[in-house]
């Protein structure tokens, strides 16, 4: 502090003034703390779908990269909660061909379980699940080829509170094509057992798409099983963990018009399972369907949603939220704008709450790929939204109980190209963390993880798009004697930091070149400030406005 005159920017102080005024009640916008991209080694398509945050603090994404001459990898990242990279791990199956992973689960013994599929020596895809350590060493990798020597995938992977692990799929059998299948493994990635439905009976495509562990120890798959009669039916199933089988669901929503299919399962506060998905309508149109059944494996409820054009709407995935409301993200399909990003809400006894639409400004098709409700008490949804020109943008969106909108954040690449959101996870530092890819002009998609702060406000637009690319942010939100910030783009440019209190008073301001990776701010002055909540407003020379991070001093 210089003696102790204080100065008060107006500007800023109308900000921070703006922000005090938001957090007061308690509608927050997002400010993206960083941006992190993986280009494999192939130099092309790399993409993230599914992330998690660890016990141990770490941030986990899995997906696929391109490899030198060896097709897609497996691969997952783990990054520290700043951004910066910890390893990255890639696996190249025997088949020297296409592995990609396709969901990812921090395991309650620290270890990392991921699933999909890998080519194998055969030239055919097998049902894959791979074990890391946190530092990324490889522990072990489970492969299983159906008895039909055809396509295997495991599609959802879970960790059982009774420290195992499980994961669904389908595989190809000899006699019934593909098979609705779960395996469960131990921790050492020895197998326990492989239930399959209906193998043999009925020959058609049966799958299970999603898994998760209930809180009763009982484990609970959903997708679809075929049968001639009604064909592809909306299916459940729950097992015990030592595989029995305590019921099947099946739902048909019209005999003489396939799909009916569930994309997604989750275990409710309630313990009661929900599964969404898409289920034929009387008119044959499939429609966005959220079905519920007791514990028992008795058919509760089942709710359906047909957008206004009456073609087809699905819903892609589920959860159930700490105030025992359940949500639904996929889309519908309206007059006038093709899809829209949809979120659906409803108590868990099926009375609708709100519907949330998104239209994009290319009046085009609209998803939403994945919802969770965060430890603050909102929802958050990820997917992508169509510009005027046609392009997908990456698009998250924070939504209050009501359904009513506090932000949309939005994404695009510098190629130009489709960027979209596969996957979110609200992390316990209360950070929003977003999985997906970002075009590139060189690599054409990059796999791309995201952090925006959920209690961050008062930047305008313009500070968090993509082309920002001079910026620093906090490497913590809370401070003691000094301050951190991370800079990630070194130059010769001169960096402006001035620091003002919630009042918008200037107490701090130093000027020195964007030349490290980090920059400490201490002192007296900083030492010897009263706890409370400060913002530091950091100016890049030949960038306009700046970026406002918030902090507090504990």
Known sequence: MHGYQIKVNKGIFRKIMGLCFVISITLFAQTERWVYKYNGSGNADDIAVSITCGDDGNIYAAGQSRGNGSGFDFTIVSLLPDGTERWVYTYNGPGNADDIAKQIVYGLDGNIYACGHSVGATGSDDFIVISLTQSGAERWAYRYNGTGNGSDEASSIDFGLDGNVYAAGYCYSASSYQDFMVTSLDTAGSERWTYIYNAGQYPGTDFARSIVCGSDTNIYAAGQIYNWVTLEDFAMVS??????????GLFDGNTITPPDYANAIAYG???EPYAAGL???GNGKPRFTILNRLNDGNYDWVYSYQGSAVLRDEAYVITYGADHNVYTAGYTTNTGTARDFTIISLTNDRVFNWIYLFNGTGNNNDEALDVEYGLDGYIYG??????VIGQENLLVV???????????YKYQGNGGAADRANSLVFGSDYNLYVAGYASDSISSFDFVVISLDTIETGIEDGFIQYQQTYNCWSASAFFRNQIALRNPNVTDRELKVAIYNIQGQKFYEHRQKHN???ILIGGKSIETLPSGIYFIHIVTEGYSGGRIIKVIKF
């Open 239 to 248: 097992l015990r963990p030592d595989s029995t089988v305590r019921w099947v």
């Open 398 to 408: 924070r939504l209050d109980t009501s359904g009513t909108a506090n932000w949309t």
């Open 516 to 518: 490290s990776p980090q």
């Open 279 to 281: 289920v034929a309508s």
């Open 382 to 387: 990820c997917g992508i939204c169509l510009d």
């Open 269 to 271: 506060l309630d313990d």
